[in-house]
Structure formats: C-alpha cells, structure tokens
C-alpha cells in the first residue's frame, strides 16, 4: 500500500557532465570546429582565432549576434539545452549547423580557464568559468559560473590594440566589430599550440567550408607570426578535372549534369567524330555544355526518397597517362598534375556548409566511404575494353555533397563522428554510386569508340596484320603442298589425279606475299621505329639536362652556400646594428652589402638552376654569339669576384641548330672543373686564373677552342687524357666534398657526340700547366 | 680576455663577426690575422698576436696554395696546445681530408643568430664557451711550460741538457718568449755552441789575466 508520496530529483554529477562533453568533443579539431559553427549560427561574417605566444592565450572573435542574459542561462548554462534544436533558422536565414547544446564544452577541451564577452542588442555581458570547478564530487547545479554587466567592447575586451601580430591587430581593428558579437579568452591551454597544431587546425579549417560557396563568412586563424595573406582561411579549391559531374535530388527526381573536360581533338575534332562513330550531337558536350540527366527514384531502383533535397558535385583527375593513351583517347595534357585527393580529400560531405567528419579525409578509414576500390577491383577494365567495366579509383574522384539539417534519416552520429549508419545513409551513398556509374558510362562510351578508331587509323598496324595472315596462309598452303607431293610419291598410281586438283589450283588461289608490299611495310616500320626512337632520344635528352642541372648545381654549391650564408649573415648583422647600437648607417651599409650578395646569387641561379627554362629546351637555329651572349657575361660577373678572367671570341655567323642548354652544359662543366683546378691543393699559387674559350666556324657548325691557366690534369690522367672523359672519372680531388661526380667531362663528350661532333684532349699531355680542349659540334672536325 | 685569431682568405664577413662577439662578449676578442702569404707568415702572426685560440677558413687553396685543415696541421706540428677549429660554408661533415676532427669543424653560420633566434643564440654561444675552454687551457699548459723551461734552463746552466732537453728547450723558449712569458734573447746565445765559446772565451780571457798578472 502506497503512503507518504513525494518526488525525487535526478542529480547530475558535475564531473560526469564534464565528461560527457569531452566525449562528444575529444579533439582539438573537433573542438575548432563547434566553436566556428557557433559563430556562424550566431550569423556572424567574421571569425578570429588567434593564438597569442607571448600572451599565452587564445583571443576567439565573432561579430554575430551574441547573447542577451536570458539565452545565456536558459540555453549556454542549461547542459543539453539547446535553441537550435527546435528553430533551424537563424534570423539572418542561416540554417543552423549545432544542435545538441554541448559545444560550450569545446571550450573546456581547449583550455582550464575560460572568459567569455558577450554583447547583444541589450548590452554586454561578461561570463567566466573555471573548468576545473567541475572537478571532484559536485552536483551540477553547485557549480557555477560569474556573470558582469560590462560595457567593455569586442575590440577592448580582446585587446586587439596590444597584439604581437600587429599585421593582424590592424587587419582585426579595421572589422565590423563595433557593435554585437561574441569574444572568448582561454587561458591555461591544454595542447601545445605549436606550428605543427596550427597547420593541423589550418588544413581542417581549409576543408572545413566547400569550395566557392560561402561568401559571408570570413575566418581567419593566425598566431604571433603569421602573415596577414595566409591567416584568411581559403577554402581548398579544385581549378582543373576531366569531368564534372554536379547533381541535385529533388523530391524523387534526381538530375545529373555531366560536364567533359578530358578530350581535344584539335582540328580533327570532326574527321574524329566521323570516323570514330560519334553521334555529331555530343559535339557540344566536349566545348563547356554540361550534358543534362533526368532520372526518377524509380528509375534508379529506389521506391522513395528517404532524405529529402540534397545536391553536391563530383570531379574525375587522372593523376597520371601514359603517351599511347594520350594519343589513343585524345587526352587534354595533365602533365604535373597532382593527386588531389591528398589535397583536397575525396568525396566529402557537407552539413549545411560545414565538413561532417570523417568522409573523404585522406588517410581515413572512411576516405574511399563509397568503396570505390573495391568496386574497382570487381572489375579492373581499360577505359577502352570493348566488354569490360571500366571503374573510376577511389584516388580519382574529389567532390562533395551537401545536405542539411532539413533532411531526414541522416542525424549526426551520437560521437559527432560522421552519420548514424540506417536506410538514410545508405540510399545516399546509392545515390551517389548512381551518379558515378553514369559518369563512368558517359566515359567509357567515348573511350570504347576512340580505342577502336586508334586500332583502324594505325594503318600500319593493319597492313601488318594483314600480311602476317597471308604469311600464315602460304604457310600452311606450302605445308599442304608438301604434304601431297610426298603422298604422290607414295602412291604413283594415284599421281596424275591427286595433281590434278591441286597443282592445277588457279594462281590467283595461291597465297601470295608480294616482295615490293613486305619491303615497303618494313620501311615504315623502320619509320616508325625512328621516330620512336628519336622521341626516346628527347625524353633522354631532358632527363640528361635535369640531371646536368643537378650536377652543376651540386659543383657550385659551396659558392651558391657561401652566398646564401652571407645574406643571412649580413642581414643579421643590420638587425643586431639597429637593435643594439641603434647604428642606422651601419645596417644600411649591411643591407646594401646584401643586396649585392642577392645579386650574385641571381647570377648562379643564372648558370645553373636556369639552364633548364623552358625556352631553353627548344631545338631550333641559333646565332651562338647571340646566344651566348647574356650567359657568358654572368659567368664573367661571377667569375670576376674571384679574380679569375673569362675571356671569349667568337665568331659572327655561326648559325647552328641545337638545344641552348646543351651548349651552355657543355662550357658549365668546363669552366666547373676550371675552377676545382684553381682551387686545388698543391702548396703553390698560380701567377694567374684565366679561362679563354673561342668559337670558330666550321662546314656545318663549329669549333669549341677551351683553355685555362689551372693545374692541368693530375698525372692519373696527363698522358690518357681521353679516359677522364669516360663516366665516373673525377680528376676533382680538392679534399672538399666537391670529390666530383665524375659526370661532368662524360656529359660534355656525350653532347658533343650528339650533334656529330667530337672531344680532342690530346694537347694536355704535352702542356706542362693548365687545362685545353677542342669540342667540335656539327662535325668530326677535330 | 680571450684572444681569438681568425684566418681567410676573403674575410669579408670578419668585420660581422667581431661586432657579433664583441656585442655579446666582452672578455672575447676576435683578432684578424691578415698580410700572410705562408704558413711559417701565419705562425710568426699567431705568436705576434698571442693567439689563445684560432679559426681557419678551410677553402683557401686557391690563394694561399693550401686549405684550411693543412694550415691547422702546420700549426699544431709547432704549437700543439694551440686549438684550433676550421671554418666552412658547405657543410661541415664534407671535408673528406682527415686533417681536422669533426668536432673542431663549424659553418660560418654558427656567427648568423638569425635576428635574435633563441637556438641559433644558444649555439653561438655554446660555441663561444667551448672557444673560451679552449683559450684558458692554452693558458694553463702555458704556465705548466714555463715551469719546465725554468726546469730545463737550470739543467742547462748547469750542463746536464742531453740534446733532446736542449731541443726542447729551444721550442719552449720560442713558444713562450714570443708570448712574453720569459725574456726574448737573441737566438745564436742559445745553443750549447754559444755555452761553449763563451767557455773557452772565458778560459782565454783568465789565462790572458793569469799571464798579465806574471
């Protein structure tokens, strides 16, 4: 029997409450994240975090509404308590991203101590709380925070004036921060805000907002010493694809846009068309038309839309392809095309503008979450196979997908770590596949025809064919034809009758591989064969040049250091001048010493690094004093701070068809292992340091005449001067590490053996001193 | 203060570097040792100078016809308590010549703090300390020799040098005469020949006396 009836209070333990906080927020990036959706549902425009070394504290700003007193107890104060649980919208139309009344507790994840100004159209308020309060055995309710009335504003509050970025304090001072808004301070924090963390937060802030879609709301995320241009936080952006695919769901329908972005056939683009079979009304498609898609639910196998409207686009990159397959499907050039992916992440999704974690995250279990991999696998096919699917790669395919608080079978997971798994969730991830499997399709219809046209164009291929199956048929005709001459022998008797048939076959029936056909079919397969082959020579040449330009860079390094050291050096020094002397014409006199330094070093780039500019790497005709000019000139520049004389001649009207940078390769190493010489070890001093080059005329080129007044050769190679000019033969033996790469004299042959010419060294075995060369280019003439 | 001597061929940057440590340091001088064509010029400026501790520039050859690391193995032959450290812009573990231990090698952008950089301070002054170390023990084996010189010259006045005492003996005087630390003489009374000829001079001039006086 029931007496004495009363009610009994549920009690939440402090501590407890605290942690559930922390279980909902439990990383810093996490804790970021809550903090920014609080500013923009706030309907803020601006957000600032910045991290203050010397203060050691965090300053967060937003210029949203901020938070009148009853809001602040009745929703900021009440765990759980949200009010954007029940109203989405925001009064500035925003929808609101949070929800579960928790992400205050973001706040005691990054720091013990927290302070909080708060300005609303009723004044300011300022609220402070010492997380560790929530410590120890305490009921909920015992706990509290301080609240002020202030008139302090966001700028004062946030003591923006005293900052030690003072780029950013100005940047900052000149915001819309004059009326509402929100300010933090967190003190006691419990990461180390290293760059490693700030990079870490900037790269998650980057992903945080898709690309190009909001453009009222401004981060910017900096600490004491980021410049003002990189504390704006710009959403990673896509500038180049193969495909885009943009798509929206709309009640049961959902429409799909394909844009192709891949191909470009030139000027053949309609004998292509023609040829290869495709429809002329996809001409449009390839020239910036997005082709257009309607499908409903039904029509993609689903029996409803279980989520509601969402939209997202998705971009296909080839991260690499080979030559044959960019001549075979006339690919635009991806050449240095990065994988995105890494970048950018892949497909990820979007809540109402902010990055729902982890899906698309690089290095994520969840990054290929559409087990585009796997599917991949199932059916590994060539984008030209005539039968086979081809799939795209989870590597290959960047995009994202928004969808909203609106939408229904979707909710957050309860860790805030991605979407509860349901029917929701997975329709959407169907959807999507949809959207794939059509681009996919749209892909490989034009590879398929574009594969099949290279096999029917490549007319030699056919010819080929085709004679290697006549050869096959006289073959076993011959085969046969043996076969009953030996039965005939056999069988005497049978002779006449069997020969009849056979022997009496009509010429035109036999097999017959015409000589003048296989001749000219060999022709152009040795064509052809030279032509691959000379474009392998080039590929060779480049790769040559690239490593010539890391050998020479490498022989001139302790130059190229000194000068670097020295710019630091001299910069340092007008620093210490100013700081410490307070000597003006000192540092200026440093100052100008460093630009001068900055020059030379300009002219070592010059020689080096630049020898492989693009403009270099055109094989066309050259005047050579012309095109020598400018560059012999640094040399004399960098060679006179050492004392050492450059000297050149030249004749007028030599014109001769090269790459510049294989001559300008070849006079570098030269005048590289003039210099090891001249550094050499020997306990004695030279009278002189002087390099002589001329260039003489000759039938169809020219004579490249080299001296220096150096060392000479060392006796392992005086009287077999030609061996140093084999690879790995290194006459450097300064003890310093410049040992030589053994390169340098193999390059200069090798060019000169290129263009048809030659190397003479045998003058060094007579010359008691110094160094001498005759290269001939265009011609054995030496 | 700490005398520290300072040789390149192209010391531009020496001007940096002595304001760096004067501004830093003030019981540390860095001293240019210039006008030198040879090694036995660099020596004679090292005693000239009172040099406690030396920097060297490594790559030098094609001035002076020989690096860094050969002049410290010069200088060491004839002062071995003098430490000395090579100086290099490309990184120090490339000078493959063995001539000088990988711990007396530095960059020359040990002298670069990079605008008051903390690591790069403490290096340098790390540095500096090691440069101190290294004079103050260069002072203290100076004391102890001068100790064995006064040893050996009492031995040689009393004619118990053997020759091996009396070379020596003549390294100990050069070294510690040109750093002030006993008188300088000239050389040709230092031999034992010298000794000698004064002795038989002496003996001629008692004999001429002993003569006189009959």
């Known amino acids: ?782 | 203060m700490y005398r520290i001597g300072y040789i390149d061929d192209q010391p531009n940057q020496y001007e940096i570097y002595r304001k760096k440590l004067q501004r830093r340091f003030k019981d540390v001088e860095l001293i240019l040792l210039d006008g030198c064509n040879t090694k036995e010029d660099f020596l004679e400026k090292i005693y000239e100078q009172q040099i406690e501790v030396l920097l060297v520039d490594y790559k030098m050859a094609g001035t002076f016809g020989f690096n860094g690391s050969t002049l410290i193995s010069y200088i060491n032959d004839q002062m071995r308590d003098l430490e000395c450290f090579i100086l290099t812009a490309v990184e120090q573990e490339n000078i493959k010549d063995g001539l000088v231990a990988s711990r007396d090698r530095r960059s020359k952008t040990i002298f670069d703090t990079e605008g008051d950089d903390e690591q790069r301070v403490n290096e340098l002054n790390e540095f500096v300390e090691i440069l101190k170390d290294s004079a103050t023990v260069f002072r203290k084996r100076r004391e102890e020799k001068k100790e064995k010189y006064l040893k050996l010259l009492e031995m040689r006045k009393s004619g118990q040098l053997s020759l091996q005492d009396e070379e020596e003996y003549l390294r100990l005087y050069k070294v510690l005469s040109s750093y002030g630390m006993i008188e300088k003489l000239p050389e040709s009374i230092l031999t034992s020949k010298f000794d000698e000829d004064l002795k038989g001079l002496l003996e001629l001039g008692e004999a001429i006396l002993k003569k006189y006086k009959e």
């Open chain 1, 1 to 782: 029997m029931r007496h004495n009836e009363r009610d009994i209070q549920f009690n939440v333990d402090a501590y407890t409450a605290k942690l559930i906080g922390r279980e909902n927020v439990s990383k810093l990036e996490g804790a970021v994240l809550e903090i920014v959706k609080n500013a923009y549902d706030a309907d803020s425009n601006a957000f600032c975090l910045y991290y203050s070394k010397s203060h050691n504290c965090i300053y967060i700003i937003d210029n949203g509404t901020g938070m009148e007193e009853r809001t602040l107890r009745e929703h900021w104060m009440t765990i759980g308590n949200s009010s954007k649980k029940t109203s989405f919208k925001t009064v500035g139309n925003r929808t609101q991203t949070g929800a579960k009344g928790i992400g205050r507790f973001a706040l005691d994840r990054i720091s013990e101590r927290c302070e909080m100004l708060t300005i609303s159209d009723k004044g300011g308020l300022e609220w402070i709380v010492n997380w560790a309060d929530f410590d120890g055995n305490k009921n909920l309710s015992e706990v509290k925070a301080r609240l002020y009335d202030t008139d302090e504003t966001l700028k004062e509050y946030a003591r923006v004036e005293f900052w030690e970025n003072s780029e950013m304090s100005s940047i900052v001072q000149k915001l819309e921060l004059n009326e509402t808004g929100t300010v933090f301070r967190l003190f006691d924090l419990h990461d180390d805000w290293n760059s490693e963390t700030m990079a870490k937060l900037r790269n998650h802030l980057e992903n945080l907002l898709p690309p190009d879609v909001i453009d009222d709301f401004v981060i910017y995320f900096f600490d004491d010493e980021t410049p003002a241009d990189a504390a704006r936080i710009v959403s990673a952006n896509i500038d180049s694809y193969d495909y885009k695919m943009s798509f929206e769901v709309e009640e049961e329908q959902l429409r799909i846009h394909i844009l192709r972005n891949e191909f470009d056939f030139g000027n053949q683009e309609e004998i292509v068309f023609q040829e290869a079979g495709i429809d002329m009304k996809e001409m449009p498609y390839f020239h910036g038309e997005a082709k257009p898609l309607k499908f409903t639910f039904n029509e993609i196998g689903e029996k409803a839309n279980l989520i509601g409207n969402y939209n997202g686009v998705l971009y296909f990159n080839k991260i690499s392809a080979t030559e044959k397959d960019t001549a075979k499907f006339y690919y635009k050039d991806i050449k240095g095309r990065k994988n995105l992916t890494k970048e950018f992440g892949g497909v990820k999704l979007y809540r109402d503008h902010f990055r729902v974690r982890p899906y698309g995250e690089y290095g994520d279990n969840d990054f290929d979450w559409l087990e585009l991999s796997a599917r991949r696998n199932r059916s590994p096919a060539g984008l030209g196979h005539a039968t086979g699917q081809w799939r795209v790669g989870s590597e290959q395919l960047v995009g994202l997908v928004n969808i909203s608080r609106e939408n229904n079978n979707l909710e957050d997971a309860a860790n805030r770590n991605g979407i509860q798994e349901g029917p929701g969730f997975e329709q959407l991830k169907r959807v999507l596949i949809t959207v794939i499997n059509e681009f996919e399709h749209d892909r490989q219809v034009i590879g398929r025809k574009l594969a099949a046209y290279a096999k029917v164009k490549d007319k030699l291929q056919a010819e080929l064919e085709r004679l290697r199956q006549l050869a096959e048929e006289r073959k076993r005709w011959e085969e046969e034809h043996a076969n009953c001459q030996k039965d005939t022998q056999d069988t005497p008797e049978k002779d006449t009758e069997g020969n009849e048939d056979d022997n009496h076959k009509s010429t035109d029936e036999i097999p017959v591989v015409d000589p003048k056909e296989v001749l000219a079919l060999i022709d152009s397969m040795q064509e052809r064969q030279e032509q691959e082959l000379q474009e392998l020579q080039d590929e060779n040449k480049m790769l040559q040049t690239l490593a010539t330009t890391g050998i020479i860079t490498n022989m001139f390094m302790h130059e190229i250091r000194t000068l670097t050291n020295n710019i630091g050096l001299e910069l340092d020094s007008a620093y210490e001048a100013i700081k410490y002397d307070r000597n003006m014409e000192d540092a200026f006199e440093n100052i100008k010493q460093a630009i001068v330094f900055k020059r030379h070093f300009a002219s070592w780039f010059r020689v080096t690094i630049e020898s492989v500019r693009k403009d270099k790497r055109q094989r066309r005709m050259y005047n050579i004093k012309e095109m020598l000019g400018d560059y012999i000139n640094t040399w004399k520049n960098i060679l006179d701070k050492d004392d050492i004389k450059l000297n050149m001649e030249c004749d007028d009207n030599i014109s001769f068809k090269c790459f510049p940078f294989d001559i300008e390769n070849v006079i570098s190493n030269l005048i590289s292992n003039s210099l090891a010489s001249f550094e050499r070890e020997t306990e004695k001093v030279l009278d002189k340091k002087e390099i002589n080059i001329s260039l003489k005329k000759a039938e169809d080129g020219f004579i490249l005449y080299y001296e220096d007044t150096g060392w000479g050769l060392t006796p392992k190679y005086k009287d077999r001067p030609e061996v140093i000019t084999e690879a790995f033969e290194s006459d450097k033996c300064t003890g310093d590490n410049e040992e030589g790469t053994g390169m340098g004299m193999w390059i200069v042959r090798k060019t000169a053996l290129e263009y048809e010419g030659d190397i003479d060294l045998t003058d060094n075995k007579t010359i008691e001193r110094g160094f001498k060369a005759k290269i001939s280019f265009g011609g054995k003439y030496v």
